[in-house]
């Protein structure tokens, strides 16, 4: 079924004193950004933020060092109706009852940021980027992306040395991933460090996540075992990014912040290699201004997520799609709406 991009609208900030979660009181997370949203399990989405602040944060932006501040920080949700907003119900926390640093930070890294993320087997796995140098706005350098586990449920992270891409002259091309499930294999979609790359794909088996070695990549033909053998599998300017597979319509989906049209686009695609459409722009930085993110709730994808006068694969006309955008002046996560109508 081909689909369009209807209508879009701003539901609710999930973050934030004051969002319906009341974050900064429960959980000390006053400011934050991303909100990567995977089912994980258990009747359960995790919600895994990027640089997070508290008490003194200074009302504009991100500014590590100060402010309370942790590089990433993990939710959940068990909610089904989200029509009005996306409700948390706990954090992984510290012992003052405070939101947890999860994926811990090293020497030589301003910090840790995770760009996607799936449970496999029982155990939760995030791809994340180990910034060295932030450079003009969309623009950074890492010193290598990789792959934490979880193993307890998400309370605490490890970052193995086995799962990493290395960034050599920053060109490796899966600094900032995205993480999907196709049959017997995981994909990873990634691009360059920073926001005007292009997009490459991977897929591993499994049981082999957290082995580099094992990835193979899109060739533009063929699958090959060599990160440099990656063909874009389009031609555009994509930063963070989220994909995945509506059970409702059939088609791959891919949200992700593209700089040069100003705005977050949605694209479809019959198959992970494509072809990819153009993609419309489904949230606007002229009416949102420094947007970015755009990250897929997954249960808006497979017509389990209630709220909207039935479940999405019930709706023959449209669908209704949940997903998470952050704005870096408020520097809080909204929950967005976007009506996708067949065509």
């Given at each position: 079924m081909d689909i369009r991009p209807a209508t879009t609208e701003r539901v609710a900030p999930i973050t934030g004193a004051d969002s319906p979660n009341r974050t900064a009181q429960r959980f000390a997370i006053a400011a934050t950004d991303?909100?990567?949203l995977w089912d994980a399990g258990g009747g359960r989405v995790f919600a895994l933020f990027g640089d997070t602040f508290g008490d003194g944060w200074g009302g504009h932006g991100a500014g590590p060092g100060s402010a309370d501040w942790r590089s990433n920080v993990l939710a959940w949700s068990t909610a089904r109706d989200v029509s009005g907003g996306l409700s948390l119900d706990g954090v992984v926390a510290r012992g003052d009852g405070g939101a947890a640093q999860v994926i811990p930070s090293g020497r030589r890294?301003?910090?840790?940021?995770?760009n996607g993320?799936?449970?496999v087997d029982g155990m939760h796995y995030a791809h994340y980027m180990s910034v060295r140098e932030w450079g003009e706005p969309g623009h950074w350098r890492t010193n290598h992306a990789g792959i934490a586990v979880s193993r307890d449920d998400g309370r605490t992270w490890s970052r193995p040395r086995g799962a990493r891409w290395k960034n050599p002259g920053g060109r490796s091309r899966f600094q900032v991933g995205a993480f999907a499930r196709d049959g017997e294999y995981v994909l990873l979609f990634g691009t360059t460090n920073g926001r005007h790359g292009l997009p490459y794909l991977a897929r591993v088996r499994p049981a082999d996540l957290l082995r580099v070695r094992a990835y193979e990549y899109w060739d533009g033909s063929g699958w090959r075992g060599h990160e440099d053998a990656a063909a874009p599998v389009f031609d555009g300017s994509v930063g963070e990014m989220s994909v995945g597979y509506h059970r409702g319509c059939g088609r791959w989906l891919m949200l992700h912040l593209d700089e040069p049209r100003r705005g977050i686009v949605?694209?479809?695609a019959p198959a992970p290699t494509g072809?990819?459409?153009?993609?419309?722009?489904?949230?606007s930085g002229d009416e949102h201004p420094a947007i970015y993110g755009g990250f897929l709730h997954p249960w808006s994808l497979d017509g389990t997520l209630g709220g909207t006068a039935g479940s999405p694969g019930d709706r023959p006309d449209g669908f209704d799609l949940y997903y998470l955008v952050s704005q870096w002046g408020p520097y809080n996560v909204f929950?967005?709406?976007t009506r996708l109508e067949a065509g």
């Amino acid at each position: 079924m081909d689909i369009r991009p209807a209508t879009t609208e701003r539901v609710a900030p999930i973050t934030g004193a004051d969002s319906p979660n009341r974050t900064a009181q429960r959980f000390a997370i006053a400011a934050t950004d991303l909100g990567i949203l995977w089912d994980a399990g258990g009747g359960r989405v995790f919600a895994l933020f990027g640089d997070t602040f508290g008490d003194g944060w200074g009302g504009h932006g991100a500014g590590p060092g100060s402010a309370d501040w942790r590089s990433n920080v993990l939710a959940w949700s068990t909610a089904r109706d989200v029509s009005g907003g996306l409700s948390l119900d706990g954090v992984v926390a510290r012992g003052d009852g405070g939101a947890a640093q999860v994926i811990p930070s090293g020497r030589r890294e301003v910090t840790v940021v995770p760009n996607g993320a799936i449970t496999v087997d029982g155990m939760h796995y995030a791809h994340y980027m180990s910034v060295r140098e932030w450079g003009e706005p969309g623009h950074w350098r890492t010193n290598h992306a990789g792959i934490a586990v979880s193993r307890d449920d998400g309370r605490t992270w490890s970052r193995p040395r086995g799962a990493r891409w290395k960034n050599p002259g920053g060109r490796s091309r899966f600094q900032v991933g995205a993480f999907a499930r196709d049959g017997e294999y995981v994909l990873l979609f990634g691009t360059t460090n920073g926001r005007h790359g292009l997009p490459y794909l991977a897929r591993v088996r499994p049981a082999d996540l957290l082995r580099v070695r094992a990835y193979e990549y899109w060739d533009g033909s063929g699958w090959r075992g060599h990160e440099d053998a990656a063909a874009p599998v389009f031609d555009g300017s994509v930063g963070e990014m989220s994909v995945g597979y509506h059970r409702g319509c059939g088609r791959w989906l891919m949200l992700h912040l593209d700089e040069p049209r100003r705005g977050i686009v949605l694209r479809t695609a019959p198959a992970p290699t494509g072809p990819w459409s153009a993609g419309d722009v489904v949230v606007s930085g002229d009416e949102h201004p420094a947007i970015y993110g755009g990250f897929l709730h997954p249960w808006s994808l497979d017509g389990t997520l209630g709220g909207t006068a039935g479940s999405p694969g019930d709706r023959p006309d449209g669908f209704d799609l949940y997903y998470l955008v952050s704005q870096w002046g408020p520097y809080n996560v909204f929950l967005t709406r976007t009506r996708l109508e067949a065509g």
